[in-house]
């Protein structure tokens, strides 16, 4: 149980163009998803948090005119960088938390999207 | 001064030693403590869950809290060359929110 799955696993594009990259949660249901940013050798950045049904909650210096998350329904989340450029390359990472209320819940994450803006 | 401070190695250790693995934190309002493992170009994975202080043991594997030093570890017993990987601990203030990660500990362990 508990399985996250991010698509597309990486994506090279060219620089202004957006991505999309999905977060679903294939077993659970999740209010709540995050999204990070992983850059080589370092530890994840927390970007945003996604709340379904509602905006997202950015972290301090993130744009969010820049990467514009969905959280449209309980097992799916878009993160979209949109007018890519070469310094958004980067691994993009998501986590689903889930919602049973029991102790011991915390955030389970997704494989990664690779992101390589030319 | 980061809010949660790992040492990032890399470790280099030989296979079936114990391996110890640290994290100190300065924010005493951290309750929930997590380890995950990355392997490279991998989404981080759950290894050992903790709430508050005292130690849990999963197979190879144990979590010590100890609140009081703002200390964390993680303890590998018999390590094989499969727990060749990044460990990344984490902590947050109330269940399942906002998680404060470490910098990663790199781990290699030899055959």
């Known amino acids: 149980g508990a399985v996250v799955s991010q698509h597309p696993s990486w994506v090279i594009c060219k620089s202004g163009t957006s991505v999309k990259i999905e977060c679903r949660s294939l077993?659970?249901?999740?209010?709540?998803m995050f999204w990070y940013r992983q850059f080589p050798k370092q530890s994840l950045m927390l970007m945003a948090t996604?709340?379904?049904?509602?905006?997202?909650?950015?972290e301090q210096g993130v744009e969010k005119d820049k990467f514009l998350i969905n959280h449209a329904s309980l097992t799916l989340s878009t993160l979209t960088v949109t007018s890519a450029h070469p310094e958004d390359s980067s691994f993009y990472i998501c986590?689903?938390?889930?919602?049973?209320?029991?102790?011991?819940?915390?955030?389970?994450f997704g494989p990664g999207t690779r992101l390589l803006v030319l | 001064q980061k809010e949660v401070e790992q040492d990032p190695g890399p470790l280099s250790v030989p296979e079936g030693a114990i391996v110890s693995l640290n994290c100190t934190y300065s924010?005493?309002?951290?309750?929930?403590f997590m380890w995950y493992r990355q392997y490279s170009r991998k989404g981080p994975e759950l290894l050992m869950y903790?709430?508050?202080?005292g130690n849990k043991e999963d197979g190879r594997f144990t979590a010590q809290v100890d609140k009081s030093s703002k200390y964390i570890s993680l303890f590998i017993r018999d390590s094989q060359p499969s727990d060749s990987a990044t460990y990344l601990c984490?902590?947050?203030?109330?269940?399942?929110?906002?998680?404060?990660f470490g910098g990663g500990t790199r781990l290699m362990v030899k055959p």
């Open positions: 984490a902590m947050s203030q109330s269940r399942g929110n906002m998680l404060t």
């Open positions: 986590s689903a938390r889930i919602d049973s209320g029991r102790a011991g819940d915390t955030q389970y």
């Open positions: 924010n005493s309002a951290f309750q929930y």
């Open positions: 996604s709340n379904e049904g509602s905006k997202a909650t950015y």
């Open positions: 903790t709430y508050s202080s």
């Open positions: 077993d659970f249901q999740a209010t709540t």
